[in-house]
């Protein structure tokens, strides 16, 4: 079965740059997750969806980031203008159930590491 | 709101020694609790997935336990190998949203 799929794996970018990244979750997998990863941290929820409607995007910055996930399959997230503090690691994760209160097991991908100079 | 803690933040042990990581988090009322493995520069693997009305999951050399009332998870690796350096993270659920402790680095020193 093949896992999450991230792209690019890589981005260096300029202050102020637009960014974006692209997550295909594992087939049948309702919920798709965005989190940020600081060095040394945790990942934090960035927005999560179930099928293709947003269940909570409350972390999101929205004046800087955005999100979509058409047709309830792949996603992606944008950041423009980015900036020095969104260097970190996107991670993108999926699980198989939707319901609102026990999504199951998730499953990450290798992540997208974004440098901004 | 969940807060998840990670106590010690790193860790080192010599080889073939058995150990605990510990995880704690501040509201009970979790759906499942679970236990990653990240390594340098890659995405999360998960170990162990603990639904709330289990106590305890094993895999291989690894197992997990849930003590909801009292607020803890712990890691119990056996037999400890060089391979097994990497950073362990936990994650609990409730009300479908999931928070991360920020991990503990463990390195076994052959």
């Known amino acids: 079965e093949a896992g999450v799929a991230q792209s690019p794996r890589y981005k260096i970018i300029e202050k102020r740059q637009s960014v974006a990244f692209w997550c295909n979750p594992i087939s049948g997998h309702a919920t798709l997750y965005w989190y940020q990863q600081i060095l040394g941290q945790g990942p934090k929820l960035l927005i999560q969806f179930q099928n293709n409607g947003v269940v909570d995007d409350s972390q999101l910055p929205k004046d800087r980031f955005s999100a979509e996930r058409l047709k309830g399959v792949d996603s992606t997230l944008k950041i423009q203008p980015a900036k020095l503090e969104d260097s970190a690691v996107y991670l993108c994760a999926s699980s198989l159930l939707s319901g609102g209160h026990n999504t199951g097991e998730l499953f990450f991908g290798e992540g997208s590491r974004l440098t901004v100079l | 709101k969940q807060e998840v803690t990670q106590i010690p933040a790193a860790l080192s042990v010599p080889e073939g020694e058995n150990l605990v990581l510990n995880c704690s988090f501040t509201?009970?009322?979790?759906?499942?609790l679970q236990w990653f493995r990240q390594d340098p520069g890659k995405g999360l693997t998960s170990l162990l997935l603990?639904?709330?009305?289990?106590r305890e999951q094993t895999s291989g050399r690894l197992n997990a336990s849930l003590d909801k009332s009292s607020g803890r998870s712990t890691l119990y690796i056996a037999a400890s190998q060089p391979g097994d350096s990497a950073t362990y993270l936990c994650a609990v659920e409730d009300a479908g949203k999931s928070t991360f402790g920020d991990g503990t680095t463990l390195t076994v020193k052959p």
């Open positions: 509201d009970s009322a979790i759906y499942n």
């Open positions: 603990i639904q709330s009305s289990q």
